[in-house]
Structure formats: C-alpha cells, structure tokens
C-alpha cells in the first residue's frame, strides 16, 4: 500500500519557505494575489453573497476578529475562511489545474490566511503553507484520477480542496507529521462536492468551497487540540482515494513530490467562466479581430471541445444556448463564445448582457461538439477549436494553450490589471494597490495582519457599496 497520507503529513510538517525554487515562491504570491482579486469583488458582486453572509451570521459565525476580503466586519476564523472560500470561487474566475480539473487556490489560501491571522505566522510560513496545500489538492486529484472522479459526480475543487485546506491550515499552525495526519483522517469526513449544481445553476458550488475551506482548518485545529483522525485517509480500504474513484492510481500522488511542483501547473482566468471555454474564447476574438468579423454575417459556429468540457459547457446544448442566470452562463460554451464575437470582449460586466438581443440571436447558432483533436491535447492542454461560417467561407482557429496556462503565463503587469479590474469599485484603486504591493511583499512580513486590513473596506455593506448608496 502505498502511504500517501504519512507522506503528504511528512511533506507538509518540513516544507520551509527558504528551500522553495525562487519560480516557484513567486508563482505563489502571483496565484495569491489572483485569488485575492476575486474575494474582494465575489463578496459584493456575487447574487448568492448576502445569503450566505446571513446564514454564517445566524450560525454565529461573525463574532470574531478575522478579516473577510471586501468588507468592514470581522468574522471569526471559521466564518472567514468559509466566506474568502466561498468569495473566490464565486465569480469563477480564481485559478485551474488542468490535469486535476479544479481550482486549487480557492479552498487553500483562505485556510491559510484564517490560520495564519490565529497564530501571528510570518508571511514567508504562509506562502510555504499554501504551497504544501496546493500540492496536496493538485496531486490528489490527479490519482483519483479528476475524470473518474467527474463521471461519478463529485466536484474536486471542494473534495481534494479540503485535504489542500487542512495541510495549508496545518502548516501555518506548525503542526507535526503526526497531527498533520491526523488532520488528514478528520477531513476525510467532511470531503464533500456535487455536480448537480450544474442542474439549475445551483449556488452550492460556491459554497461548498468555501465549507472546504472552513473544514480544512476546523481539521487543522482539531488535531491541534488532540483529536484523533482515522489512518491512512487518502489510500486507505474506506479511504479517500477507493471511496470517491473506481480506479484510483495512489503513486501519483507523491511521485517526486518537493522535486516537482503541480503548483506550477496551476493557470490563471483571464475571463470569469469555467475553464474548459477559455481556448475558444481566445479563438473567437482572435478570428474576430483578423477578419473583421460582424455578428450579423455569422451564420453558424461550431465549437470544439476535450469530452470533459462537453460535459460542463457543451452540454445539454438546448440548455447551454439558453442560460437563465449567471452560473448558466459560467458554464455555456455558447454564451462566452457569443460575447467574444458579439461585443469583442468577456468580462465579468458580460453577465449584465445576458439578455443583449446580439447574444440572444448569436447563442443558437453555437454547436458544441467533442473535437478529437482537442481530446488528444487533454489533459495536459486544455485547448479549444472553433470553426466559423460567415460571408460563405468557414474560419477555424484551434488554441493549444490557452492564455493564462503555465506555458502561456499573465505577467505580473497582466495580474496587476485583472486585480484591479475586480479591486478597484469595492476598495478604491489607492488602497487597492496598496493591496497589491501588499500580497506580493509577503514573504517579508511579519504577520499577515496589515495585508488582511488593506483588504478590508471602511464601512458600507458590500452590495450598498457598489451600488453607490
């Protein structure tokens, strides 16, 4: 058998900011500063926010001192992790792992940040602590692997996100190999996520992040406290890796694990949609731009997919055509491709156009269908093709890398304006920026409490604020 768990605890107790590649660290405070951008605007911004600020308060989880991005009010440690998580999964917009099909950064950092504002941890033991965790969620999802792990519904952003929590979480506490495993055997319990959000446009996607934030440091402080976890967690008969995949490959898990970093393998959103439709975006505005094209000389689009982005943006086509609501859109193939050639550009001000008459006559001429090229480029790739018939001619442009992924990494001038993008309307771009310079000088702060202030605002609720009242 191999011994996973025991070997993620040994990994996670050891890892010291001083012994990570100079890459690597400063992938780290970019990936951070990406997903802060997205916690501060998905508190304010998001439809689902204000429920899920009440139902945490009811649960008195807002008597505390933690800081939740984008607002004034404090929280407690719980509360705050639960809400960043939820915040930066909630615009779909926070960063991707193509191999593990999920989103690492989003029930990680804020595991971290919340553990770390507990226990006064230096900034360098943070950025060490996020590594460790991302690497736990990343490698995890791989030995599922994510495809299996798919067909049988579960979503693996929130599943391996939890175990990535409690290893961040434990990390920033200086647990040893011993309570970090632990830790490992009490979050298998709460490993939870379902697709059927895809049903409805469920918000339980959100959440369900967030709850794997909140659970990886409640684990975290359990096994700090004593708490015995069950054994072997992640390779065990019940455990986590036999129970949530049919055919589950252990060694991929640790295969050159501090040697190799699946952190690195981890893309950045430059549009706010799920992943697998960003290739064809870029293909559309490319085409868009080269050829002048118009909406009203298209006649047809067919857009051209790995199986597993069938399955969240291709299909039921009907459905996808016609998106209700801003998670319906996140994950249409039709709509981010209709916004691109329709308005030559997807943000996250295109959900505010969902029902622009150009979208609406665009849509139904999207087809999506599994291109076998771009299968065999998944999942090392996660490409797109798209094939346009206009003016009695057919244009195609197929995207192997799309913008954002490791071999086609934003810049740190390119980070910088997706931040703000999202920062500026709730923090205003002073103290945003502040912000910014903030996150990316945290290897040498003393604690994290100054940064987690930036990111707070000086009054107002979050939807009265952006709404200007």
Known sequence: MVAVTETFARY??????????????ARTRFLILDLVGNMVRGGVEAESSPPLRAAARAMGLGHGQAAVFGEAARWSPAGAALLNGAYAHSLD????HA???????????PAALAAAEMCGAKGADVIAAIVAGYEVTNRLAVALP???????????????????????????MGLSEAQITDAFGIVLSQAAGSLQFLANGAWTKRWQVGWAAMAGLSAALLAREGFRGAAQAMEGKAGFLSAYAPNPIPERAIRNLGGEFELMETAVKPYPSCRYGHASVDAALMLRAEHGLRPEEIESVTMGLPNKGML?????LEYKQHPKNTVDGQFSGPFVVSCALGHGHFGWDSYARMDDPVLRALMPKVTCVEDPEVQAEFPRNMSGKLTIRARGQEFTKFVVVPKGEPGNFLTEAELRAKFHGLSD???????????????????????????????????A?????LAGE
């Open 12 to 25: 996670a107790a050891s890892i010291r900011h001083a012994d990570l590649p100079a890459e690597v660290e």
């Open 93 to 96: 917009f926070d960063d991707t």
């Open 99 to 109: 191999a593990g099909s999920l989103h690492p950064g989003a029930p990680v950092i």
């Open 146 to 172: 994510a495809g299996d792990h798919y067909d049988r519904g579960y979503h693996p952003t929130a599943t391996c996100g939890a175990f990535g929590g409690a290893a961040a979480a434990a990390r920033v």
């Open 312 to 316: 969240l943006v291709g299909a039921p």
């Open 425 to 459: 309307q709730v923090l205003g771009a002073d103290r945003a920026a502040a912000l910014a310079d903030a996150v990316l000088g945290l290897a040498g702060a003393a604690d994290v409490n100054a940064m987690m202030r930036l990111g707070s605002t000086l009054g």
């Open 461 to 465: 609720e979050p939807a009265a604020r």
